[in-house]
């Protein structure tokens, strides 16, 4: 018997045993004693019912009679008569002595629930919710990736499924937070604390269980996937899946030039950008008690490889950062210190449109931001980049010019483009592999409505997910799955100290679009992205470091230690 | 021992009951000594402190006189009732109080003391400092509430019957006098009972509505060598100090809580050792925004009853905008009911109990209080003002209780979603906690907070 219907039988007793009082002495008997039933059943549904507690179940009932009194005698039964809207004061005087009626009821009824509570707990046992036992997950959603693609999986997920025992979310990432990479250019700027942007998975997702490793092999066949173990010699853990969702992201493409992978800086990290922050103070450090101008200049020269959104906004947030810490620097003078941008097209920002690209050029440019256009980084080494139309001497080379998708999913027998990106269908299903499920950017999506191929980028892949959690929903309900399509809202760059470039779609004109610059632009940015930075604690983290940057200078603290690197 | 000390009390408190009402002894003494021994026989477990004791104390005291009236008339009238019955129970109004003052008082805070002496291992420590300091505080606090009046010269809601002053400066000083009074005594009673803004704010309730039996009614007169009246009519005349006592008892309840609280927040929950899953800026945020939904939901419910006791119309003459109103302000109440009762109820008929007591509190500073004082600036606290709006408290019980429901079942999701448990008020509350007191408070609250109206009206 469910404790639902248990507790509605004992009510129903109870209070068809105590509603004699309201036939006997009510004056309306028949509905008063219908009304006495339906609330008691109501009250000892409500009520879970606890061993001998008469005089707690005496009064609490009792106490219900006041209200019951006023809801019957005041409301109900004149509604009933079809005197509604006469309840006033001297309908209350008049039915008075019926409060006593009711209270009277809520004692009889307190004291008969818990006595037939009792006499069934006697003689069938008692309720307990440990009876039934823990729910057992008979399915298992497994997430690879817990980037925005992955972690905004499992919080639809979570949504959707709303706490539904039968059914396990797992989340694999590699790291135990999300990295919100539009602030990532910030932290590599010292503009905010590297943790003020990566909320933690576990404490973002109610009750997804998150697994920090990396992925060593996934089988498709047996579905399980196996990440690496805590030690090398440890075996790895298998973890079983019945959907697996393929959120794996991408990693930097250095087009095989295994010299430059040696000795550029990574971008894709919140690791990367904190090396970066403290690479560009030890820099200052050395060139400050260094004589040589020639090796001043050197190690005062940072290049920037890749002219896309992400090295652009390095190149700004860079720039700042260097003009801001050299005062501290006496030694060390504007002229020696260069920000060089190296790019392989004509133009910065493919991204954007050319008027907002050339915009951002110009304005960097006002900066001191130097710019190689149409010229290939070629190769590095130590103290050297060197270019397709000649070469720079500097000791920090950060690699921003592409990426492609995790290479482990070229190993799996499954479709990819000629990148490595999976190959899914409008509803983001893998071809061909039911329960296998791919979005962000290790994936090939094509919008259901426009037949194009979806950007990789964390707003699509937001999108993406939300879309796939509604799928997932749905193929454990056997509903039919819907497909996905999302319309661009626009994009926005900060390219310099409050000054950034911003194209914001038109609705319902998709083909046009809005083109802000300079400090609007830059406004839109802050606003627009603290909007969508997740936790409101860390909204209040960056605001607050945002203010501070307004009246005090960068912080230059080195808190790591390079020779790791 | 218990038996011993439940009868002697009793015994006594019945002899005084006699002289009080100017009855038979040997009945006074017979009710007191029976009183006594049926607290101490069955309600002695749930009296684990002085302020638990008072609050069982006082609505046995009320739960009997009240079945009193139903037995008796139920033996001699059977089946037919009407306003004769009324003034039945006018009559027996001095035995209503008599029996709170001489017998739940006393025996429910003496079997309390020992209580809390025989569980002083269990319960949570006791600080007498912590304990007045945050009480007069929060009286003085409280008592400020009245100012505008006070200074105004011509009410003093705390001193109503203790008769006119020499000067205004007495009587400004005399006021705040016995706020800190009540404040410290609140403290001293409740300490251990305070867990949640909305559970202490039903103590506030509660222990100021007795304030209100004995201090107007009892030792006021005392003072001023006066005999005691005790009557309906007297009391009626004391109505509106009935509502500031209600008022006063709500704000000294929130302001005590957050007094008492506030260490607890900067330097206990602040610890990491003591960390919860969701920060206290979350909770507020969360508890705000379920109480919108609820406040919403609470606010469709009632407004029926809202219409048909004329209250919507009271507002604004347009039904549409009156509703509209309406609905605004029952989203406004329902997100003080999620910042009051968040974590207060661990099932939802608890909550339930909490929603009846929220609706009623609202009946008291909304129709009584504050509409009046933001449409005319003036407030009107007299029983004919509470006669008039007495049959919108139906609603008021009908909003809290809905907005309550909504409000758990969306706690319960959340909890259940997060698979997060709960707070530890879950084992303070009713039916899973044999010491909570809860059932008895809203037994003395909402019993006596739509009896006195009707009664005195």
Redesign the interface.
């Known amino acids: 018997m469910s404790r639902i219907l248990r507790r509605a039988s004992i009510g129903l007793v109870a209070a068809g045993i105590a509603g004699v009082v309201l036939l006997?002495?009510g004056?309306q008997p028949i509905a008063g004693y219908a009304f006495g039933i339906v609330a008691g059943i109501g009250?000892a549904v409500?009520?879970?019912?606890?061993k001998h507690?008469?005089?707690?179940?005496v009064?609490?009932a009792?106490?219900?009679g006041?209200?019951l009194?006023?809801?019957a005698n005041?409301?109900l039964f004149p509604a009933l008569a079809g005197r509604?809207?006469e309840?006033?004061?001297a309908?209350?005087?008049?039915q008075?002595?019926?409060?006593?009626?009711w209270?009277?009821f809520g004692?009889f009824f307190g004291l008969l629930v818990q006595l037939c509570g009792d006499g069934v707990d006697a003689i069938w046992g008692k309720e307990t919710l440990e009876n039934a036992g823990p729910p057992v997950p008979s399915r298992h959603i497994l997430i690879l990736g817990g980037g925005f693609a992955g972690m905004k999986t499992a919080e639809e997920l979570?949504e959707r499924l709303?706490?539904d025992p039968s059914v396990s979310i797992t989340l694999v990432s590699e790291t135990n937070a999300l990295l919100f990479t539009p602030m990532l250019a910030e932290v590599a700027g010292s503009s905010l604390e590297p943790s003020h942007i990566s909320p933690p998975l576990r404490?973002s997702l109610?009750?997804t269980h998150v697994v920090r490793g990396s992925v060593t092999s996934v089988d498709l066949e047996h579905r399980r996937v196996v990440i690496d173990g805590i030690g090398h010699d440890a075996p790895g853990d298998e973890l079983k899946y019945d959907h697996l969702v393929l959120a794996l992201g991408a990693v930097s493409n250095y087009l095989g030039m295994a010299t430059v992978e040696k000795s550029a800086f990574n971008f894709k990290t919140l690791l990367d950008a904190i090396r970066i922050r403290n690479h560009v103070i030890e820099m200052f450090e050395r060139a400050d008690k260094e004589s040589d101008p020639g090796i001043r200049s050197r190690l005062l020269t940072f290049v920037v490889a890749g002219g896309g959104f992400a090295g652009v906004e390095l190149a700004g947030a860079l720039n700042d950062f260097a003009h801001s810490i050299l005062a501290d620097y006496r030694n060390l003078t504007n002229d020696e210190l260069q920000i060089i941008l190296v790019h392989s097209r004509d133009r910065i920002l493919p991204e954007l449109s050319e008027e907002l690209a050339r915009y951002a050029l110009k304005k960097m440019a006002e900066r001191g931001v130097i710019f190689r256009l149409n010229t290939r980084l070629t190769d590095a080494g130590p103290g050297k980049v060197i270019l397709s139309d000649g070469s720079i001497s500097a000791d920090t080379l950060i690699w921003t010019a592409g990426t492609i998708p995790n290479p482990l999913l070229k190993k799996l027998p499954i479709e990819t483009d000629k990148r490595g990106a999976v190959v899914v269908d409008t509803t983001l299903a893998v071809l061909d592999r039911p329960g296998l499920w791919a979005i962000g950017d290790c994936a090939v999506v094509t919008d259901a409505r426009t037949g194009k191929a979806c950007p990789p980028t964390a707003q699509f892949a937001i999108r993406e997910a939300a879309v796939l959690a509604r799928n997932i929903h749905a193929s454990l309900e056997g509903r039919p799955v819907g497909s996905f399509h999302f319309d661009s809202l626009g994009a926005l760059c900060v390219i310099g100290h409050q000054t950034a470039c911003a194209e914001i779609t038109v609705p319902f004109a998709r083909s046009k679009s809005f083109r802000f610059s300079g400090l609007l632009a830059w406004g839109m940015w802050r606003g627009i992205y603290l909007m969508k930075l997740p936790g409101?604690?860390r909204k209040?983290r960056v605001l607050t470091a945002w203010t501070l940057e307004l009246f005090f200078p960068r912080d230059s603290v080195q808190t790591i230690d390079l020779s790791e690197r | 021992m218990n038996l011993v000390l439940g009868f002697c009390v009793g015994l006594a408190g019945g002899a005084i009951r006699s002289l009080c009402l100017h009855a038979s002894l040997s009945d006074g003494l017979l009710i007191g000594a029976g009183f006594g021994i049926f607290f101490a026989l069955f309600l002695v477990t749930r009296a684990t402190s002085p302020g638990a004791g008072l609050i069982w104390g006082l609505s046995a005291a009320f739960l009997l006189w009240t079945l009193q009236q139903t037995g008796e008339s139920f033996l001699r009238i059977s089946a037919q009732y009407s306003l004769p019955m009324l003034h039945d129970i006018r009559q027996r109004f001095p035995e209503l109080v008599a029996d709170l003052i001489c017998l739940g008082l006393p025996v429910g805070v003496l079997l309390g003391l020992r209580g809390a002496g025989r569980n002083v291992d269990i319960s949570p420590p006791f600080r007498w400092g912590r304990a007045v300091v945050a009480g007069g505080f929060a009286g003085v606090a409280s008592g400020l509430i009245f100012g505008y009046w006070m200074l105004a010269g011509d009410f003093f809601p705390l001193l109503a019957g203790l008769g006119d002053f020499r000067s205004q400066t007495i009587a400004v000083a005399s006021q705040f006098g016995v706020a800190l009074a009540i404040g410290a005594t609140f403290g001293l009673l409740f300490q251990r009972d305070v867990h949640g803004y909305g559970s202490c704010m039903g103590w506030g309730v509660g222990y100021t509505m007795l304030c209100w039996f004995a201090g107007p009614l009892f030792l006021f007169p005392l003072l001023r060598h006066i005999p005691l009246d005790w009557s309906a009519e007297h009391a009626s005349e004391l109505f509106g100090a009935l509502v500031g006592h209600i008022l006063y008892g709500l704000i000294l309840g929130v302001s005590y809580a957050t007094f008492d609280r506030i260490w607890v927040r900067l330097f206990i929950q602040s610890d990491p050792l003591n960390r919860k899953p969701e920060g206290p800026g979350l909770r507020i945020l969360r508890s705000l925004q379920w109480g919108i939904a609820a406040g919403f939901m609470g606010g469709v419910a009632s407004s029926p009853v809202m219409v048909a006791t004329g209250m919507i119309p009271r507002v604004h003459h347009a039904l549409v905008e009156g509703l509209v109103l309406h609905l605004l302000v029952s989203v406004l109440i329902g997100m003080n009911f999620g910042l009051l009762f968040r974590d207060e109820a661990s099932n939802i008929g608890v909550g339930i109990g909490w929603g009846w007591l929220f609706g009623l509190m609202w009946w008291y500073a909304g129709p009584m209080t504050l509409l009046p004082l933001l449409t005319t600036g003036e407030i009107d606290w007299r029983p004919s003002a509470a006669a008039r709006l007495l049959p919108s408290a139906v609603g008021h019980l009908i909003y809290g209780a809905v907005t309550a429901l909504v409000f758990l079942s969306m706690e319960r999701r959340f909890s259940s979603r997060s698979g997060r448990v709960l707070r530890a008020w879950r084992l303070q509350t009713n039916t899973s906690n044999p010491f909570s007191p809860a059932p008895a408070l809203w037994m003395f609250v909402l019993g006596l907070g739509i009896l006195l109206p009707v009664l005195l009206g």
């Not at chain 1, 309908?91 to 008049?94: A, G, H, K, L, R």
């Not at chain 1, 008075?96 to 009626?101: E, G, N």
Request: aromatic share 16%.
């Open positions: 006997k002495i004056p009250y409500c009520m879970p019912p606890r507690a008469y005089v707690d179940s009064m609490a009792g106490s219900f006041f209200p009194w006023g809801i005041i409301v509604f809207m309840a006033g004061f309908t209350m005087q008049e008075l002595p019926d409060l006593f009626v209270i009277l004692v979570e709303a706490g404490t109610s009750y409101l604690e209040l």
